[in-house]
């Protein structure tokens, strides 16, 4: 991380530790920020942003306020510097590079499969079909992370089958990969206090 990206990390989470105080007074000055310290390829996603913070009335206004009461506090910061910082601000420059040297596109996001099984057995879903031989390793998804990190991807989505399958592994890579945002595609039954801690 270079001095400008720890700056504004710090900036970021003293920011949000005002937002958390009085999300309402604190969200217009928080997403001012946002602005002076963003490119300017995100200006217009920025102006929407801006849109629905001033709009108490706006569902996303009341979705994001829903949020900030009743996700744990480190929870959302966590996300926030995940996806908005790493995925997004900080790794622009180097998404961009990448698309250059390699005259490809760098997505936003990697979805991957860690497995092709599942707990359940839906009418129509291919998921049973497959069985339970596929499985990516935890070596395969480690190094399918890595790869995407040097292209400077931080957003990974899992679907399956269903990834819960492979909770260990999941979590496993989670922490090894602290730096990264993962959303699961689940049928949220393998979901028990253990994986919630
Ligand atoms: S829970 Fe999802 S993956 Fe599993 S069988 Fe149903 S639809 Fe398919």
């Known amino acids: 991380m270079n001095l400008n990206e720890k700056f504004t990390t710090y900036a970021v989470g003293k920011t949000l530790s005002y937002i958390h105080k009085d999300p309402e007074k604190n969200l217009p000055k928080a997403v001012s920020l946002a602005r002076k310290i963003s490119p300017n390829a995100y200006s217009s996603q920025i102006d929407r942003i801006e849109e629905v913070i001033n709009d108490p009335d706006n569902v ?3 979705y994001i306020i829903n949020m900030l009461d009743r996700i744990d506090e ?5 996300t926030i510097t995940n996806f908005m910082l790493n995925g997004v601000l900080f790794s622009e420059d180097l998404k961009r590079e990448t698309r250059e040297k390699y005259n490809c596109n760098v997505p936003w996001t990697i979805l991957l499969d860690p497995t092709t099984a599942c707990n359940l057995k839906c009418t129509g879903c291919w998921a049973a079909e497959y069985g339970k031989s596929l499985n990516l390793s935890y070596d395969e998804i ?6 995407g990190k040097d292209m400077g991807i931080y957003f990974y989505i899992y679907t399956g089958g269903e990834p819960l399958v492979r909770k ?13 945002e993962f959303l699961i595609f689940t049928n949220s039954t393998l979901i028990d206090d253990d994986f919630v801690d």
């Open 60 to 62: 996303f206004y009341k």
């Open 74 to 78: 480190d929870v959302f910061d966590k």
């Open 142 to 147: 480690d190094d399918i992370i890595n790869q």
């Open 168 to 180: 260990k592994d999941i979590l496993k890579i989670a922490e090894k990969h602290n730096d990264c």
